[in-house]
């Protein structure tokens, strides 16, 4: 059977928000040079003008203090991002990283006083106390305000991610709908199903010539739904594919044999859209119809290790070596469309049945929907 290699996905899934503290930092430049201009101003007002170049010196490193201890809110950003489930525990972390951010600005503020001879009249320990209980409401509001503008940054960065990914999604389900259109289009086998309701009606068996053409119109109708989602509750996918069966059998009439084999909790989980019938749809073309004795395909769904594992097997001639490497546009469009759901978490492989015939695997994270 004509099939692709083994595919895994490998793009990889943002765990973590982009770094954006250097721009915060790098922004407190300028209240330091606007402070250190100011005071070196203020020297220069009243009847003898002096400047002090210690103070102007203290002015404007305060905030490049300020700067350097920025990465204390980046960390915690990172590492407490802002959900509702966990919004106390976030806030109490980001409180102490505040009070961390305060302690650590007084501390550096004290040390460079003592540096430039700006002593006061008390000791260290004094010294760090007075300034960590005057620059207590200025640290705390200017930890959350660096804060807010990363969360800013984050957020925006992924609503446009998002953004992107679900005009991705929607390309492809668009592609995945016209894809399964094409197939079930062609004129092969609209000439078959068509033939075989006009010997249907021929043979006065209005009955079943009235079920091949609701099934026609089941199908076409489950293709062009104009509200079609991304993943769909594995039941809804198998009925589609019942249906695209159930006209197949009419084609192949006895030599085709359906099994299923569906776990009981299985149903409920959550699927792609047509994410199976182009695999049937190789199974069909690339196997049965290349035999003449009767032949069986089997469609199974069970979870394993808190994923979906589906498979379609048949019992067909099996690989074929040479042209095993041959991409075809159903399951290239499986791939990309695991892989930009999933992750690394999704993926297709397809190997040689220990018998006879071609087993395609679809591995994906177990997932139900809100009413499953």
């Known amino acids: 059977m004509t099939y692709n290699r083994a595919v895994t996905s490998t793009r990889p899934i943002r765990t973590n928000p982009p770094r954006y503290w250097p721009l915060v930092s790098a922004a407190c430049v300028v209240p330091a040079l606007l402070d250190a ?62 009070l961390v951010l305060c302690l650590g600005w007084a501390g550096a503020g004290v040390l460079l006083r003592y540096a430039l001879g700006l002593q006061w009249n008390m000791t260290f320990g004094d010294q760090l106390a007075s300034w ?7 640290s705390v509001f200017m930890y959350f305000t660096a804060l807010g503008c990363m969360y800013a940054f984050t957020y925006f960065t992924e609503a446009r991610e998002q953004e992107a990914q679900s005009a991705r999604l929607s390309a492809q389900l668009a592609e995945a709908r016209l894809g399964a259109l094409r197939m079930q289009l062609n004129p092969h086998f609209l000439f078959n199903s068509l033939n075989a309701i006009g010997v249907l009606v021929r043979d006065s068996n209005t009955v079943a010539a009235s079920r091949m053409i609701e099934l026609l119109g089941e199908l076409l109708h489950s293709v062009l739904r104009a509200d079609a989602r991304h993943e769909v509750p594995l039941a809804e996918e198998l009925t589609f594919l019942g249906r695209y069966l159930a006209i197949e059998q009419v084609r192949f009439s006895d030599r085709l044999r359906v099994r299923w084999t569906i776990g009981d909790d299985a149903k409920a989980a959550l699927v792609p859209g047509f994410i199976l019938q182009p695999l049937v749809e190789n199974a069909l073309r690339h196997g049965i119809a290349k035999r003449s004795e009767a032949s069986t395909i089997e469609i199974s769904a069970e979870r394993e290790e808190g994923a979906l594992v589906l498979r379609v097997r048949d019992d067909g001639p099996g690989l074929i ?24 978490a999704g993926s297709l492989s397809l190997t040689h049945s220990t018998e006879l015939g071609t087993v395609a695997t679809i591995r994906i994270p177990w997932h139900v929907g809100t009413d499953g």
């Open 132 to 138: 960590v209980l005057t620059s207590l409401p200025w």
């Open 37 to 98: 201009l100011q005071t070196y101003i203020k020297g220069h007002l009243g009847d003898k003008p002096v400047v002090s170049w210690p103070d102007v010196i203290f002015s404007g490193s305060e905030w490049l203090f300020l700067g350097a201890l920025i990465p204390i809110a980046s960390s915690l950003a990172r590492r407490f991002p802002l959900r509702r489930e966990s919004v106390a525990i976030t806030l109490l972390a980001h409180f102490c990283g505040s």
């Open 321 to 344: 070596p040479d042209v095993d490497g041959v991409k075809g546009v159903g399951l290239a469009n499986i791939r990309e469309r695991l892989r930009t759901l999933y992750g690394d």
